[in-house]
């Protein structure tokens, strides 16, 4: 695996005319990332993964202080996959040129995660339409369990013609239901528990909606049901139509329910 840390050595590997199946992460890597890289490594293009913790997507400084960071375990993991490629850019690197496409935000930017982190789609699709324009990767690996993000990206995609296809990746969870996540690393035991019980009961409501045939979707009792556990804060628990992005209402819909929700600091997202 070559590590690749500057521009001008991009520049250089781009002359080789190689069609790249790119992954960006921001490193922590665990089994979703792994999921992600092996997708990508059943075409036979070369595979580049990205480590770049983006500032302009963390909605406080202790937030991207406290982002749990590994380099030696990533690139351990990372040669053990047999990726071609890493590409470790400095914040100068990836922000000191002049983007040619213009950043399209839809209208989806504006709810769920958007309405409570202002700012966070717009520094995540900045960052990777600028890492589209350095690689030109044909493929482009992202995973469903930030849905928002992979909708409005592919939406920027496709407003400014990109010539890159986003490959979208199921949610890789552990057995207790958590989905793997880098953030994990910043939960006690405790919280761990806690957070499956969070999924569970949401996997259950899920069902209770099709099963009961419900026709005015909410969550009132869910609601509860999480304070009683001892969830203090919760963004956000909506059922969103996969098709239409509209707030869900019936059961007979193609809806997943999208939580966004805090475990002391540590504030974690989902959707299935
Ligand atoms: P991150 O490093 O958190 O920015 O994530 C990098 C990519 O991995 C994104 O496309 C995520 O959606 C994806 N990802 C994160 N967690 C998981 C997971 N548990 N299963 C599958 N993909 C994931």
């Known amino acids: 695996m070559k590590i690749i840390r500057q521009n001008k ?14 992954i960006p992460t921001m490193g922590g890597l665990h089994k979703g990332h792994e999921f992600l890289i092996k997708e990508a490594k059943r075409r036979k293009n070369r595979t580049m993964v ?28 990372l040669k053990r996959l047999k990726v071609d490629y890493l590409y470790i850019p400095s914040y100068r690197a990836i922000f000191s040129f002049k983007i040619k ?5 839809d209208s989806f930017s504006s709810k769920l995660c958007g309405k409570f982190r202002p700012g966070h789609f717009k520094g995540v699709v900045n960052v990777v339409n600028r890492f589209l324009e350095l690689i030109s990767p044909k493929y482009l690996y992202l995973g469903n369990k930030d849905f928002q993000q992979l909708i409005l ?14 490959v979208s990746c199921n949610t890789i969870r552990m057995r207790n239901l958590l989905p793997y996540s880098t953030r994990n690393n910043n939960l006690s035991k405790k919280s761990i528990k806690l957070a499956s019980k969070v999924f569970n009961l949401i ?16 969550f009132l009792k869910l609601r509860k049901k999480l304070s009683y556990i001892g969830i203090k804060k919760i963004d956000y628990i909506k059922a969103i139509n996969l098709s ?29």
């Not at 990205?50 to 993991?77: A, E, G």
């Not at 496409?101 to 935000?105: H, S, V």
Request: overall charge positive; proline content about 3%; cysteine-free.
């Open 50 to 77: 990205s480590i770049f913790v983006n500032p302009k997507q963390f909605n406080s400084k202790t937030d991207f202080k406290s982002y749990p960071r590994n380099l030696k375990k990533d690139i351990k993991i």
């Open 153 to 166: 990206l592919k939406k920027h995609i496709k407003k400014n013609k990109i010539p890159t296809t986003i």
């Open 203 to 218: 996997r259950k409501e899920k069902k209770l909606i099709k099963r009961k045939k419900v026709t005015r979707i909410n």
């Open 9 to 22: 050595d991009i520049k250089k590997l781009l002359e080789k005319k190689y069609k790249f199946s790119f």
């Open 101 to 105: 496409n213009k950043i399209y935000l």
């Open 244 to 272: 239409t992005l509209k707030y869900a209402k019936k059961h007979n819909e193609r809806f997943n329910i999208f939580s966004a929700f805090y475990l002391n600091d540590v504030r974690l997202i989902d959707n299935f």
